[in-house]
């Protein structure tokens, strides 16, 4: 089972439980289309475009850590970022912080996808901005359905 | 003809690097012991590790991880254990002991190996 956690309600600081369903009414909303995974592990990372490309139709930009993400910009700004939290070289906090000092990737989504789920954890990535956690292990025929509900909500949230 | 599960390939590739990984494994621990002799860097690790330490807790990691993902949950739980082994060995003064580490290794060895004979 994909574990896909939404943010807290950010005024009240208050990290939700793990959802599980997607309840989120997403009809009338952007669809995710574009998404750039950092992965350092090149199985899981192999998994994570397989599932989101060939089998959920998005289209997907893989990088082997954070640094490689940022060197994407500007030629390519996705709708998503995805990213693995503990990588070598930059990690997904880090490169979390500087998209959002970027005015170009600023208002982009991040998702982390981590092992690393403990209320403290989770709280420090919702201090930081993530707009979501998946969960490792995760489902890979579910992902894309979960990473559009939280992209759906990141949206919706927007003022 | 394609395969009706997009993720077989990928598996069979996975079950491999397995056998790399903890061949890799077992060489950083037996480095360890080493390293406890002469204090010298191993060959086997990853440019961002310190230690032969840190580089058996990012391999773990991953293994763990990925067997998860995979659907190998006890595969995932036995790298888990040898790198919570290593990671709490990390957080005392002590040096890590690699002795302690051989049951875990070989049990993780043992899961690679059976999921190996069931994908031939």
């Known amino acids: 089972m994909t574990r896909a956690e939404t943010p807290p309600n950010r005024s009240s600081g208050r990290v939700s439980a793990v959802a599980s369903s997607a309840t989120a009414a997403t009809a009338g909303l952007p669809r995710l289309g574009r998404v750039v995974v950092a992965e350092d592990d090149p199985d899981i990372c192999a998994v994570v475009v397989l599932a989101l490309g060939r089998v959920g139709g998005l289209e997907v930009t893989a990088c082997a850590d954070g640094r490689a993400v940022l060197d994407l910009v500007p030629d390519l700004v996705p709708d998503l970022y995805l990213l693995d939290v503990m990588m070598p070289e930059m990690d997904g906090l880090e490169t979390l912080r500087r998209l959002e000092l970027d005015p170009r990737t600023a208002a982009v989504p991040v998702i982390f996808m981590t092992a690393r789920v403990r209320p403290t954890e989770l709280e ?27 992209y759906a909500e990141s949206r919706h949230a927007e003022p | 003809m394609p395969s009706p599960d997009p993720l077989a390939d990928l598996r069979a590739r996975f079950i491999e690097r397995s056998r790399e990984r903890v061949a890799s494994l ?64 990390g957080q005392t003064a002590r040096p890590l002991d690699p002795g302690s580490l051989e049951p875990l290794l070989a049990a993780l060895e043992r899961r690679v190996t059976e999921l190996g004979a069931s994908a031939c």
């Not at chain 2, 360890?32 to 690790?45: F, H, I, K, L, T």
């Not at chain 2, 058996?56 to 790198?83: C, D, K, N, V």
């Open chain 1, 124 to 150: 420090t990535y919702y201090r930081m901005g993530a707009a979501g956690v998946i969960a490792k292990p995760f489902d890979p025929l579910t992902l894309t359905h979960h990473l559009q509900r939280l």
């Open chain 2, 26 to 89: 077992r060489q950083l621990i037996d480095a360890a012991v080493e390293d406890r002799v002469r204090g010298s860097p191993s060959a086997d690790m990853h440019e961002a590790d310190a230690t032969p330490a840190e580089a058996i807790t990012r391999l773990a990691h991953q293994l763990a991880g990925a067997a998860g993902t995979f659907g190998y949950p006890a595969m995932s739980r036995a790298a888990a254990a040898l790198e919570d082994r290593v990671r709490a060995a």
